[in-house]
């Protein structure tokens, strides 16, 4: 990525022995951004590491990147997760200098056989009944003032599968 990711909608995703689950990958010199990300309904069984934000992931295409190029990282909202034999919840590492904002875990339920289940730096955001307890830069609640920094899914842009016609903030 150096140009843009946005309005991904994931949903009904399955992981089963699988070294990663949800990951999003950048590193300094990439710019560009991601942004606008709701993943729901997910279910891990014997996952390795259930979500992932790599800011290390280096790669370059040629030698005329600029270094000094930052990714905009924000409003990424991952919603009702299970998951069992978890070794790490999460491993969140936005880039010193660039924090990567408004990252919102809502309804997250793993079984972790880690002593240390989160593994968060230069991340801001919120959280809401997330097991085991989140990092300390998403322990701040969602409820009841920050469910508009958080990304919401637009009614057109859900799967033509959910009927849901009611009012986005009170499916939360």
């Not at 800011?55 to 409003?75: G, K, W």
């Not at 990567?100 to 240390?116: D, E, K, P, R």
């Amino acid at each position: 990525m150096s140009g843009g990711v946005s309005e991904v909608y994931a949903e009904n995703l399955y992981f089963f022995d699988s070294s990663t689950a949800i990951t999003i990958k950048t590193a300094r010199g990439r710019g560009g951004y991601v942004r606008n990300i709701y993943i729901l309904n997910v279910t891990l069984v014997g996952v390795d590491t259930a979500i992932r934000f790599d800011s290390t992931f280096s790669p370059h295409p040629d030698d005329f990147y600029d270094p000094n190029a930052l990714p905009v990282i924000e409003r990424i909202t991952i919603k009702d997760v299970i998951g069992n034999n978890i070794k790490v919840a999460g491993l969140l590492k936005g880039i010193e200098g660039d924090t990567f904002h408004h990252v919102c875990l809502l309804n997250i339920a793993l079984t972790v056989t880690s002593g240390s289940p989160w593994n968060c730096s230069y991340i801001q955001g919120y959280s809401a009944m997330v097991s085991p307890e989140t990092c300390e830069p998403l322990k701040e609640s969602i409820y009841p003032n920050h469910s508009s920094d958080c990304y919401h899914l637009s009614n057109h842009l859900r799967s033509s599968g959910n009927q849901n016609k009611g009012s986005w903030l009170h499916s939360w």
